[in-house]
């Protein structure tokens, strides 16, 4: 072995020695990690905290609880009960979600998002449970129970980084009351389809709010007509405060959307497309690609079409985006989802797939 090979290994051997010593002192905590059951805990090792407990360059946790420290070990271990643990569980989740996208973000040559600042709160006093993210820089998330839903956690920073690509708040790209309640259906599905979207492609899984409120959660591979059957705001509360699970977690937002369903204060609004439901016409196809194609290729393109769309005008703009990045990978993907969108009854011209590569 030549001196050069050697003291090669020896450099390799010790910054591997170091990885390892960092790992061993990155703090230790309890998350909870979903079956169909319900929540198990896991012990896993937190991310680094840098400048603050629950803080690093990716996310902070705020509205930390008192009494919030680890147990002699050092391990912020609490139970599956403690509402301590929706901390731990959501710092963990998010991390490792913002780090998921920063990594695509350098390739894309796109800054990275840092600093999301997570407000936690129990219950849903904050209205309607999950969260009401309305910037790239402060992600709010209210939770039934403390091994939060992560398809929710998911579709937050899913808005987060929709918003940090397109540098601006929800109040700055809808407008609200709207002059125009149709519209604001389009807008709203652009923002909450695209939310639900990443979630699904970064988890894997299609219903957003599986294990929080299954009987009445969002599955982006639904099949949608957004001419001939889209599901309205009134089917949406229906199915919620229908939904045993839904009720048992938010009886203030059931008692709401109650209040509403009876004595509408927006009766038109009632029936028109619901976003979360809705989105799907423009979903539907995307998660079938992803299934077939690969979730990191569909995702890129999703983030390059998003990132082309400085306003919100609907469900065919967006459409129409998507099929230009998609034709810019194939032009037989692009044929074929072009076709599925004008099944939904989502408009899209013609000949956006030609001249593709
Ligand atoms: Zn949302």
Request: net charge negative; with cysteine; charged share 20%.
């Amino acid at each position: 072995m030549s001196f050069v090979r050697a003291f090669a290994l020896f450099v390799c051997s010790l910054v591997l020695s170091t990885q390892e010593i960092m790992a061993l002192d990155s703090p230790m905590g309890m998350i909870g990690v979903w079956k169909t059951e319900g929540a198990t805990t896991t012990k896993v090792r937190l991310p680094e905290f840098q400048g603050g407990v629950l803080r690093n360059e990716a996310v902070s946790i705020v509205n930390i609880p008192t009494e919030f420290t680890p147990d002699e070990s050092g391990c912020f271990c609490f139970p599956t009960q403690d509402d301590r643990m929706a901390w731990v569980h959501t710092y963990y989740y998010a991390t490792a979600q913002v780090r998921h996208y920063n990594s695509i973000l350098k390739g894309l040559g796109q800054p990275e998002l840092r600093g999301v600042v997570i407000h936690l709160a129990k219950g849903d006093s904050q209205g309607e449970p999950g969260g009401g993210t309305m910037s790239s820089a402060e992600v709010a998330l209210s939770f039934a129970q403390p091994a939060l839903d992560p398809t929710i956690i998911a579709h937050e920073i899913g808005h987060a980084l929709h918003l940090h690509l397109l540098k601006k708040s929800v109040s700055e790209l809808i407008e609200y009351p709207p002059k125009d309640w149709r519209k604001l259906a389009g807008q709203s599905g652009v923002l909450e389809g695209t939310a639900n979207l990443l979630a699904a492609l970064y988890l894997g899984e299609p219903l957003i709010g599986k294990y929080d409120w299954f009987d009445a959660s969002i599955d982006v591979n639904r099949y949608v007509n957004l001419v001939e059957d889209a599901p309205t705001l009134r089917y949406q509360f229906e199915r919620k405060v229908k939904s045993s699970i839904y009720s048992k977690h938010y009886p203030a937002t059931v008692a709401l959307l109650q209040g509403w369903l009876a004595n509408p204060l927006m009766p038109e609004a009632m029936e028109l497309p619901d976003p979360y439901l809705a989105s799907a016409a423009v979903n539907q196809p995307l998660w079938g690609s992803a299934v077939s194609l690969g979730f990191g290729l569909v995702e890129m393109v999703y983030l390059k079409a998003i990132a082309g769309l400085p306003e919100f005008s609907g469900y065919s703009d967006l459409a129409s985006e998507v099929l230009r990045q998609a034709s810019l990978v194939s032009t037989a993907w692009c044929k074929d989802l072009s076709v599925q969108f004008r099944a939904r009854g989502v408009e899209v011209a013609a000949d956006l797939c030609d001249g593709a590569a």
